[in-house]
Protein backbone atom coordinates (compact mmCIF):
# COMPACT_ATOMS: atom_id res chain seq x y z
CA UNK A 1 0.00 0.00 0.00
CA UNK A 2 1.14 3.68 -0.05
CA UNK A 3 2.51 5.92 2.60
CA UNK A 4 -1.53 6.79 3.56
CA UNK A 5 -3.46 4.10 1.79
CA UNK A 6 -6.77 5.17 0.30
CA UNK A 7 -10.08 3.94 0.80
CA UNK A 8 -13.20 4.54 -1.78
CA UNK A 9 -16.91 3.60 -0.84
CA UNK A 10 -19.30 2.82 -3.57
CA UNK A 11 -22.93 2.50 -3.78
CA UNK A 12 -24.84 0.32 -6.10
CA UNK A 13 -28.43 -0.30 -6.39
CA UNK A 14 -29.08 -0.55 -2.32
CA UNK A 15 -30.75 1.66 0.75
CA UNK A 16 -26.96 3.23 1.88
CA UNK A 17 -27.88 1.08 5.10
CA UNK A 18 -23.99 -0.42 5.00
CA UNK A 19 -22.38 3.27 4.43
CA UNK A 20 -24.33 4.29 7.01
CA UNK A 21 -23.31 1.74 9.61
CA UNK A 22 -19.55 3.05 8.32
CA UNK A 23 -20.50 6.48 9.52
CA UNK A 24 -22.45 5.43 12.54
CA UNK A 25 -19.28 3.54 13.84
CA UNK A 26 -18.61 7.15 14.80
CA UNK A 27 -15.68 7.25 17.76
CA UNK A 28 -14.24 3.93 16.47
CA UNK A 29 -13.28 5.67 13.54
CA UNK A 30 -10.93 7.93 15.24
CA UNK A 31 -8.47 5.49 15.39
CA UNK A 32 -9.01 4.37 12.01
CA UNK A 33 -9.14 8.12 10.58
CA UNK A 34 -5.24 8.52 11.13
CA UNK A 35 -4.38 5.20 8.95
CA UNK A 36 -6.18 5.57 5.96
CA UNK A 37 -7.34 8.98 3.49
CA UNK A 38 -10.98 8.56 2.38
CA UNK A 39 -10.69 9.07 -1.75
CA UNK A 40 -14.25 8.44 -2.30
CA UNK A 41 -17.39 8.48 -0.22
CA UNK A 42 -20.05 10.63 -1.38
CA UNK A 43 -22.47 9.18 1.43
CA UNK A 44 -19.99 11.59 4.00
CA UNK A 45 -18.60 14.39 1.23
CA UNK A 46 -18.45 15.77 -1.82
CA UNK A 47 -14.71 15.47 -2.33
CA UNK A 48 -13.58 13.12 -4.31
CA UNK A 49 -9.55 11.84 -5.53
CA UNK A 50 -9.55 9.76 -8.94
CA UNK A 51 -7.74 6.09 -8.11
CA UNK A 52 -5.95 4.06 -8.10
CA UNK A 53 -7.57 3.01 -4.63
CA UNK A 54 -5.47 0.57 -2.26
CA UNK A 55 -9.47 -0.54 -0.94
CA UNK A 56 -12.87 -0.15 -2.30
CA UNK A 57 -16.12 -0.53 -0.27
CA UNK A 58 -18.86 -1.73 -2.87
CA UNK A 59 -22.64 -1.36 -1.67
CA UNK A 60 -25.20 -2.64 -3.64
CA UNK A 61 -26.50 -4.63 -6.07
CA UNK A 62 -25.95 -4.78 -10.28
CA UNK A 63 -29.26 -3.78 -11.57
CA UNK A 64 -29.06 -1.11 -14.74
CA UNK A 65 -26.63 -1.54 -17.51
CA UNK A 66 -24.48 1.42 -15.83
CA UNK A 67 -23.87 -0.62 -13.02
CA UNK A 68 -22.49 -2.75 -15.37
CA UNK A 69 -20.25 -0.39 -16.70
CA UNK A 70 -19.25 1.13 -13.17
CA UNK A 71 -18.43 -1.81 -11.60
CA UNK A 72 -15.84 -3.22 -14.22
CA UNK A 73 -14.00 0.25 -13.75
CA UNK A 74 -14.11 0.54 -9.80
CA UNK A 75 -12.69 -3.11 -9.75
CA UNK A 76 -9.81 -2.08 -12.46
CA UNK A 77 -8.74 0.49 -10.07
CA UNK A 78 -9.03 -1.11 -7.04
CA UNK A 79 -6.09 -3.26 -5.43
CA UNK A 80 -8.55 -4.83 -2.73
CA UNK A 81 -12.11 -4.91 -3.04
CA UNK A 82 -14.72 -5.69 -0.47
CA UNK A 83 -18.49 -6.13 -1.25
CA UNK A 84 -20.67 -5.16 1.97
CA UNK A 85 -24.05 -6.31 2.59
CA UNK A 86 -26.43 -8.37 1.21
CA UNK A 87 -27.17 -6.39 -1.97
CA UNK A 88 -23.81 -6.37 -2.92
CA UNK A 89 -23.57 -10.09 -1.74
CA UNK A 90 -26.41 -11.96 -2.92
CA UNK A 91 -28.53 -8.85 -4.79
CA UNK A 92 -30.72 -8.02 -1.70
CA UNK A 93 -34.21 -7.88 -1.95
CA UNK A 94 -34.26 -6.62 -5.53
CA UNK A 95 -33.30 -9.71 -6.92
CA UNK A 96 -37.34 -10.77 -6.43
CA UNK A 97 -37.51 -9.09 -9.42
CA UNK A 98 -35.31 -12.07 -11.09
CA UNK A 99 -38.60 -14.46 -10.74
CA UNK A 100 -40.73 -12.04 -12.42
CA UNK A 101 -41.50 -9.97 -15.50
CA UNK A 102 -39.37 -6.84 -15.04
CA UNK A 103 -41.43 -5.30 -17.85
CA UNK A 104 -44.44 -5.84 -16.17
CA UNK A 105 -42.84 -4.36 -12.62
CA UNK A 106 -41.84 -1.38 -14.20
CA UNK A 107 -45.37 -0.83 -15.63
CA UNK A 108 -47.17 -0.60 -12.72
CA UNK A 109 -44.89 1.30 -11.03
CA UNK A 110 -43.93 4.18 -13.02
CA UNK A 111 -45.79 6.32 -15.02
CA UNK A 112 -43.92 6.36 -18.25
CA UNK A 113 -41.64 3.05 -18.05
CA UNK A 114 -40.19 4.02 -21.32
CA UNK A 115 -38.00 6.34 -19.51
CA UNK A 116 -36.29 3.64 -17.30
CA UNK A 117 -33.58 1.89 -17.84
CA UNK A 118 -33.00 -1.46 -16.01
CA UNK A 119 -31.74 -4.81 -16.18
CA UNK A 120 -34.14 -7.96 -15.96
CA UNK A 121 -32.03 -8.91 -12.75
CA UNK A 122 -30.65 -8.02 -9.81
CA UNK A 123 -27.01 -9.68 -9.22
CA UNK A 124 -24.16 -9.91 -6.72
CA UNK A 125 -21.23 -7.97 -7.21
CA UNK A 126 -19.17 -11.34 -7.72
CA UNK A 127 -20.80 -11.99 -10.81
CA UNK A 128 -19.16 -9.59 -12.37
CA UNK A 129 -15.74 -8.77 -11.50
CA UNK A 130 -13.70 -11.04 -8.62
CA UNK A 131 -13.85 -9.90 -5.30
CA UNK A 132 -11.49 -10.14 -2.61
CA UNK A 133 -13.49 -10.25 0.52
CA UNK A 134 -17.30 -10.23 1.52
CA UNK A 135 -18.83 -8.60 4.64
CA UNK A 136 -22.69 -10.01 4.93
CA UNK A 137 -26.15 -8.70 6.12
CA UNK A 138 -28.50 -6.10 6.41
CA UNK A 139 -26.66 -4.27 7.17
CA UNK A 140 -23.40 -5.51 7.94
CA UNK A 141 -22.13 -5.67 11.30
CA UNK A 142 -20.07 -2.72 12.44
CA UNK A 143 -17.59 -4.85 14.37
CA UNK A 144 -17.39 -6.98 11.57
CA UNK A 145 -16.39 -4.01 9.07
CA UNK A 146 -13.79 -2.30 11.47
CA UNK A 147 -12.03 -5.31 12.06
CA UNK A 148 -11.82 -6.05 8.47
CA UNK A 149 -10.45 -2.39 7.95
CA UNK A 150 -8.05 -2.52 10.72
CA UNK A 151 -6.79 -5.60 8.85
CA UNK A 152 -6.09 -4.63 5.86
CA UNK A 153 -4.81 -1.62 6.73
CA UNK A 154 -2.41 -4.18 8.82
CA UNK A 155 -1.42 -5.61 6.03
CA UNK A 156 -3.41 -9.27 7.51
CA UNK A 157 -5.96 -11.24 5.89
CA UNK A 158 -9.85 -10.52 7.76
CA UNK A 159 -10.91 -13.16 10.12
CA UNK A 160 -14.78 -13.15 8.55
CA UNK A 161 -15.86 -16.72 9.50
CA UNK A 162 -17.34 -19.30 7.24
CA UNK A 163 -19.32 -21.18 10.17
CA UNK A 164 -23.34 -20.79 11.58
CA UNK A 165 -25.20 -18.48 13.18
CA UNK A 166 -25.54 -21.54 15.50
CA UNK A 167 -21.98 -20.98 16.93
CA UNK A 168 -22.21 -17.93 17.76
CA UNK A 169 -25.14 -18.42 20.31
CA UNK A 170 -22.96 -20.76 21.90
CA UNK A 171 -20.04 -18.68 22.09
CA UNK A 172 -21.98 -15.91 23.85
CA UNK A 173 -24.33 -17.88 25.62
CA UNK A 174 -27.24 -17.44 24.48
CA UNK A 175 -29.99 -20.59 24.70
CA UNK A 176 -31.50 -21.91 21.57
CA UNK A 177 -34.32 -19.98 20.92
CA UNK A 178 -36.04 -23.00 18.65
CA UNK A 179 -35.31 -25.42 21.56
CA UNK A 180 -36.47 -23.72 23.95
CA UNK A 181 -39.06 -21.44 22.32
CA UNK A 182 -40.22 -23.33 19.75
CA UNK A 183 -39.37 -19.82 17.48
CA UNK A 184 -38.16 -20.31 14.23
CA UNK A 185 -34.74 -19.75 12.79
CA UNK A 186 -32.40 -20.24 10.06
CA UNK A 187 -29.42 -19.73 12.21
CA UNK A 188 -28.26 -23.24 11.51
CA UNK A 189 -27.73 -22.49 7.57
CA UNK A 190 -27.34 -18.97 7.88
CA UNK A 191 -23.47 -17.34 7.58
CA UNK A 192 -21.41 -16.19 11.31
CA UNK A 193 -21.03 -12.70 11.49
CA UNK A 194 -23.57 -10.69 12.63
CA UNK A 195 -22.90 -12.04 16.40
CA UNK A 196 -26.24 -13.54 16.57
CA UNK A 197 -28.19 -10.88 17.45
CA UNK A 198 -31.51 -11.68 16.57
CA UNK A 199 -31.78 -14.74 18.96
CA UNK A 200 -30.21 -12.64 21.81
CA UNK A 201 -33.16 -10.53 21.54
CA UNK A 202 -35.48 -13.09 21.26
CA UNK A 203 -36.26 -13.37 17.53
CA UNK A 204 -35.48 -15.61 14.90
CA UNK A 205 -32.59 -15.54 12.89
CA UNK A 206 -34.11 -14.17 9.05
CA UNK A 207 -30.68 -15.17 6.86
CA UNK A 208 -29.45 -11.61 6.31
CA UNK A 209 -26.11 -13.39 6.05
CA UNK A 210 -26.93 -15.71 3.25
CA UNK A 211 -26.51 -19.11 3.81
CA UNK A 212 -23.26 -21.15 4.99
CA UNK A 213 -21.30 -23.15 2.91
CA UNK A 214 -22.75 -26.49 2.53
CA UNK A 215 -26.10 -25.47 4.59
CA UNK A 216 -27.70 -28.84 5.16
CA UNK A 217 -31.36 -26.81 4.55
CA UNK A 218 -33.25 -30.19 4.21
CA UNK A 219 -32.58 -30.82 7.91
CA UNK A 220 -34.15 -27.81 9.21
CA UNK A 221 -36.92 -27.61 7.04
CA UNK A 222 -39.00 -30.23 9.02
CA UNK A 223 -38.20 -28.30 11.90
CA UNK A 224 -39.26 -24.64 10.49
CA UNK A 225 -42.65 -26.52 10.11
CA UNK A 226 -42.91 -27.85 13.71
CA UNK A 227 -42.82 -24.56 14.61
CA UNK A 228 -45.27 -23.13 12.95
CA UNK A 229 -44.26 -22.51 9.46
CA UNK A 230 -46.49 -22.53 6.71
CA UNK A 231 -44.69 -24.03 3.01
CA UNK A 232 -45.52 -19.55 2.05
CA UNK A 233 -43.69 -18.86 5.18
CA UNK A 234 -40.41 -21.06 4.05
CA UNK A 235 -40.32 -19.81 0.50
CA UNK A 236 -40.26 -16.05 1.77
CA UNK A 237 -38.29 -15.94 4.39
CA UNK A 238 -35.39 -17.46 2.33
CA UNK A 239 -36.12 -15.08 -1.18
CA UNK A 240 -35.87 -12.12 1.30
CA UNK A 241 -32.59 -11.07 1.69
CA UNK A 242 -30.48 -13.85 -0.34
CA UNK A 243 -33.22 -14.33 -3.03
CA UNK A 244 -30.47 -14.74 -6.13
CA UNK A 245 -28.36 -17.83 -3.69
CA UNK A 246 -28.73 -20.86 -5.10
CA UNK A 247 -28.77 -22.90 -1.97
CA UNK A 248 -31.85 -21.14 -0.47
CA UNK A 249 -33.57 -20.78 -4.04
CA UNK A 250 -32.82 -24.02 -5.28
CA UNK A 251 -32.89 -25.69 -1.54
CA UNK A 252 -35.00 -29.14 -1.00
CA UNK A 253 -39.11 -28.61 -0.69
Same mark, same amino acid.
Given at each position: MTAIPTLAVWKFTSCDGCQLTLLDCE #???LPLAGRVRIAHFTEASSATEPGP? #?? $???EGSITTPDDQRRILDI !??? $? !?ILVVIGAC???GGIQALRNFADITEFTSMVYASPQHITTLATSTPIS?? /?? /? *?FELRGCPIDRHQLLDTLGALLAGRSPDIPNTSVCTECKRRGTTCVTVAEGIPCLGPVTQAGC???CPAYHRGCYGCFGPMANPNIGALLPILRVNGMST? *?? @? !? /? &?ATYAAAEP @? &??ERPR
Open positions: #DELY #DI $SLV !REQ $S !RATHAH /VP /V *DGALG *DI @D !R /V &F @D &FT
